[in-house]
């Protein structure tokens, strides 16, 4: 019996600090789990663009031509992408045209003006030749030109979809990809 308020000293204290940490284990999975809904219900917001975030945004676009040059400034992007070889079919650009106006305009929030121009380079000269253009607007976009835009199979484009993307064609595209 000597030895029973030694040990009711140390179980006591004991049996209170297993009580406490129960408490706050509790407690805090509670708060997760709270703070977990909260997290989920916040709607997504796309990106606000800029010139310090242009390369790693771009990177994310999943092209198959490639980025020659990309400019942000003040609410318009230009972006020139070029024909890696001869390889590249007419399908390829349209799809790579879809993507980027779909990621100005739906993935961003404060592209209001996009300048899209398709280019070639030639390997001997160094020298540019551009083979389409687009000014394209965030007020006139349709997500449902991107769907036309991917569902496009020769190099002949429909008039209406033309002029709704605002597109010009060049003579070298011409010569490249129309159908006879």
């Known amino acids: ?19 406490i940490l129960a408490l706050l284990i509790s407690v805090q999975s509670q ?20 010139d310090a975030g242009l390369v790693d945004a771009l990177m994310e676009l999943p092209l198959h031509l490639r980025i020659s040059r990309a400019d942000y400034d003040d609410g318009a992007l230009t972006l020139d992408i070029k024909l890696n070889d001869q390889s590249d079919t007419v399908t390829d650009v349209y799809e790579d045209v879809a993507s980027v106006m779909s990621f100005s305009f739906e993935g961003t929030d404060n592209v209001q003006q996009l300048y899209l121009r398709v280019i070639a380079i030639d ?28 569902q496009l199979e020769n190099g002949d484009m429909p008039p209406a979809l033309t002029s709704s993307l605002n597109i010009t064609f060049t003579n070298l595209w011409l010569k490249q990809f129309s159908s006879p």
Do not use: F, Q
């Not at 019996?1 to 009580?19: F, N």
């Not at 708060?31 to 800029?50: D, F, Q």
């Open 31 to 50: 708060t997760r789990y709270k703070v977990g809904a909260v997290t989920a219900a916040i709607p997504y917001h796309s990106r606000e663009l800029n």
């Open 123 to 150: 390997r001997w000269g160094g020298k540019r030749y551009m083979l389409l253009a687009s000014n394209m607007s965030r007020e006139t976009w349709d997500p449902r030109y991107a769907e036309a835009l991917t």
């Open 1 to 19: 019996m000597k030895h029973w308020p030694s040990v009711r000293a140390v179980l006591v204290p004991a049996a209170i600090a297993c009580m």
